[in-house]
């Protein structure tokens, strides 16, 4: 279909059907929700549309705006996490055998074959006081006290008087790695398209001319995959600033993101206007986000030109 | 409301949302009162009826009834909120029966299609938050109070302190993760109403609870009890089935309903508004309150049923467990949890998005 104005039939026959699904599935249902973000509640299921802005105004308080602020500054630490472990894997994997390259992709993929919520159910398990982590943890504590005793060391108690398991789950911490879990796929894979498609000859021009790896790295392979790292930011910061079930489940007593907040206005609280208000302005940072990506490579287009 | 159930993935299952569809598609216009298809689409908790209940019910009428499972009321009430997907009975909790009444989103039920009424123990033949029964009868009804593992407390916590204001278990303690619940103790603990719609008095248990926060371990959603029997925590505040459920397990675990007083709840069947089958609806909730049937569902799920037939044919472990049964004189201390009203259950929201933020 090399022009859609020659063959306007072909072009209009083949995109009715993702036009449908788009309108019918995407863009009907997110105008329902913008439209209640600008009613009130009449009762207990009634919502009038009144095109009252109090809803903006109660998501605008500053309790509100500090719940967003620490849902953006989760979801970022998360990204970032993505980022410094996933580009060495992306790489990694570019540069590795052509035969290897199937079967390590499919290694990252793997995991995304299992419910994101019975992985974070997992990752319980892992972390918890009498997780699999903690016994690790205890086995080498027993093995260690073990040998000091066999040293004739066991007086002093070294190594405290009894095991004390590390406070792995129930942190922000947790909910942080299992953001990174959740999503970290998201991260490699579009590295990965970038890296593998670079042509070898720069770098090894780079080399061939005197600049050591690190340069190598900073001056040539870095500018080249930018678009990669964008992308993965993107696709990993959108979904991690919703996310609400890998706080509830990993979580302490100050967990709370955004996602929360919103998921309790459909449910417990019952106030869907509010909850619809909180999410555009999810929305709008989102659009945020992704303006900042189109100015950035829009920068970076003129640079390269 | 959290009842028995395991790894709590139910929550969000699809399982339970495609049925509904499935149940809405298969709704045929013309079913009317005279002429029904045999079949019932009875929407429950998880792991909440007896293991051969819905075989009995086929047995007993010839009607096939098809069960779909929901984690929480709130799942169910946002599920019905915008019309009913084919559900014939529902099990809401009293305070959301109360709400679904306001919302117009149950039917008036015929007291005289349900001859089981009679075996209902008396005390749950009139209800505040549905005067007369007219939408509801009881299903099972149990308490809020304090789990704990016995070999990690220095007494039996029989008061909300341990859990609200004290340090001595510092790290090792569960809340549920719902405002209503934990301001509602909190409420109770200052020697207020469960139900209170007073906002001094909602911020003074709010800041009772954030004093406590370095405390307690978690707000546990949906897995208080799991977090109890894995030793997570020695102590959790939840719903008397789910401790109940663990304590068949580890017999190191105990359940007190604390002498301040707690929640008494009431899941009661209810028929939604524009049900496919009211007629094998009302024959499904006279089936439930057959002593047999009640019997049955009860020595199984070991809650409180409120079918006095039944009582009768269970045994004494059932009937004089404490856990199940609490005292009269706990139980003059506890409270339903009522329908407060949208406005001041955006208080309660708004206190509870203060808690998890300070």
Redesign the interface.
Known sequence: MESWRKNALVFWVLNLPPSFWLVAFFLVPLGIVWVISFGE?R???DIAITGTLDNYARALEP??L??FW?SIVMAGAATVACLLVGYPVAFAIAFAAERWKPILLMLVVLPFWINS??RT?ALIAVF???GYINSGLEWLWEKADWLLSAFGLGHLQLLGERFEPA?L??NNTAVTLGIVYAFFPFMVLPLYANIDKIDRAYIEASLDLGAGHWRTFLSVVLPLTWHGIMSGIIIVFVPALGAF?IS??L??????LIG??IE????????WPFGAALSFLLMYLTFGALALRAITSGRKHRLEA | MNKRRG?G?SR?SFLAGTGAVAAGLSLGPGSSWGAEEAKLNFYNWDTYIGETTLDDFNKATGIAAKMDLYA?N??L??KL?EGNPGYDVIVPTNDYVE??I????LTPLEHGNIPNIKNIDKFFLDAAFDPGRKYSLPYMWGTQGIGYRKSKVSSTPNTWKVLLDSDEYS?RIALL????SVLGIGLKYLGYSYNSTNPKEIIEAEQLVIRQ?RN????A?DNGQDLLL???VDLAMEWNGDILQIMAEDDDISYVVPKEGSNVWQDCMCIPTGAPHPQNAHAFINFILDAEAGAAIADFIQYATPNDAARALLSDDYNNNPAIFPDDETLARCEPSIYLG?DV??LY?EA???V???
Do not use: C, H, P
């Not at chain 1, 979580?251 to 709370?256: F, K, M």
């Open positions: 509640k009762g207990v299921i309790i509100y500090e719940i620490k919520l019975i159910y918890r006081t009498r406070a789950l129930y079930f509830d489940l979580g302490g007593t100050d967990s709370q929360n907040v309790r206005q459909f449910k417990a609280a019952n106030d | 790894l993935v969000r929480d709130d799942e009430f946002a909120r709400r679904m306001l919302g117009g989103m790290g993760g719902d405002a209503t926060k307690i371990k978690t707000f959603k894995s030793g997570e949208e259950q955006r929201d509870w998005t203060r998890l933020a300070a």
